[in-house]
């Protein structure tokens, strides 16, 4: 593959419609700081916090499992398929059929989840079991959070039609919904609540209404109708089922690392799985803006390219996408470890959380960053595979990944407590990544010789020009903490855009091809 970009090529659409998902969710992410800084503010890292975040973890995973993850990963090469070799009619009677078969099992498992919730605290928050109060509330909010599971379910669903359909915006909106309904919980709701952390799971269920709903009318538009659906024993609705199973496993694995990290942080000191939290928040920026929103649009692509049978096309995307991710993610990279402490003192360091707060969580954070360049490309080579409707593979590497994770996590929670667990998941990310690679030969050839090595060290060099600019400003200039928080973060974007601007000044003298491509799709927005 060249190293450069024709203009008129595919992956500009890609990345046209990539740019309208990371810009809604960039405002997601923004309302979630927002409802974060709310809740640090409010509850702060003690027991009330740990309770609702470990609470609302379990419907979460839950909700990967068996909605949005494992669905999507499964229903949309079935229906691209479908709607590429038998039309409209044929792929929307699919989608009606999925979505009263998927509305079913969510009910049940619903209330298996309801009924169950003693239990599954006790699995995944051992430690809770020392405090019977932080237990008991535990219990009550994982009860009342449950059925967003239900919710979130069928708005996956409904959002992987219209991804299929080409329309991205109502579904990089919807988590914009969520946060903002739970940022008004918090506001209006918390103060008149004898237990004021119920205010935030009543969000989470308002939040989840609202998501669903907000899938419809664009669906409409677009023809889709639900009231049809096709043969319960319609074939490619078993083969939806078929290829959920290993694609609940997969999922189920990465669960298991996250199932890991809190069942061990519920052992340490009291706000360690706050601490954990708050800094995975701030990572998940780039994983949403960059790794989720190529692979949001890159996955249809892939699919329809596996559909043509055209391996080529598929491989052409997906170094694509790969080249554009890292060329994102790196400055993102740069700004997160060098102003780890900064941001954590702008955002939360007011009302219960304490200076003490933003330093145990800024070592975590830096934990977390050591595989930031992972997480995202994980997210971008796993559709691959989905593609290819292989489920089973991104299952085995994961498998191996949990392992790594466990071991990791054993040997460095002891010495370094919360940041050693957030630097274990890394090392996980690291091995899950180097599997997917060398897997991927089984649907690719020779993968790893498709991925030119100039570009990345264009942009590592970059990376690192930016890097020592950051530095130098901060050991000029005098420290942004306690300015408050105008002057602070006026002086954190003023440093961080200088640093940006070395960045792409590199970049653009270096000739890099990522930085020609973004330009030209940025002049034609404007226009």
Known sequence: MSSTFDPEAPPHHLAAAASVVSGATFVSRVLGYVRDMLIAHTFGAGLAADAFFVAFRIPNMARELFGEGALSAAFIPVFTETLTQQGRPSAFRLAATTFWSLALMLSVVCAIGIWGAPLLVRLIAPGFGADPEKLALTIGLTRTMFPYLFLIGLTALMMGILNSLGHFAAPAFSPALLNTVMILSILFLSPHLEEPIYALAYGVLGGGLLQVLAQFPPAVRRGVTLTQPGGWRDPALGRIGRLMVPGVAGLAITQINVFITTLLASFLVQGSISYLYYAFRLVHLPIGLVGVAVATVAFP???????????????????????????????????????????????????????????????????????????????????????????????????????????????????????????????????????????????????????????????????????????????????????????????????????????????????????????????????
């Open 301 to 527: 692509a892939m699919a329809a390219a596996a559909a043509r049978q055209s391996p080529e096309d598929l491989r052409n995307t997906l170094v694509f996408a790969l080249r554009v991710t890292f060329f994102l993610t790196i400055p993102a990279l740069v700004g997160l470890v060098i102003y780890r402490n900064t941001i954590i003192h702008l955002l939360f360091e007011r009302g219960a959380f304490t200076s003490a707060m933003t330093a145990a969580t800024a070592s975590v954070l830096l934990g977390y960053c050591l595989g930031l360049c992972f997480f995202v490309a994980n997210r971008v080579l796993v559709p691959a595979f989905h593609a290819f409707q292989d489920t089973v593979t991104p299952a085995k590497a994961g498998a191996i990944a949990v392992a790594s994770n466990i071991c990791f996590s054993l040997l460095l929670m002891q010495p370094l407590g919360a940041a050693g667990l957030a630097i274990a998941t890394s090392l996980a990310s690291l091995v899950n990544f180097s599997l997917l690679v060398v897997y991927l030969k089984k649907h690719l050839g020779p993968f790893p010789r498709q991925m030119p090595v100039k570009p990345l060290q264009k942009t590592v060099f970059a990376g690192l020009c930016m890097a020592g600019t950051l530095i130098i400003l901060q050991g000029l200039l005098p420290p942004l903490e306690g300015r408050g928080f105008v002057v602070g973060l006026a002086g954190f974007l003023g440093e961080l855009g200088i640093g940006t601007a070395v960045f792409l000044g590199v970049a653009a003298f270096l000739g890099c091809d990522e930085l020609r491509l973004l330009r030209g799709l940025f002049q034609r927005r404007l226009t």
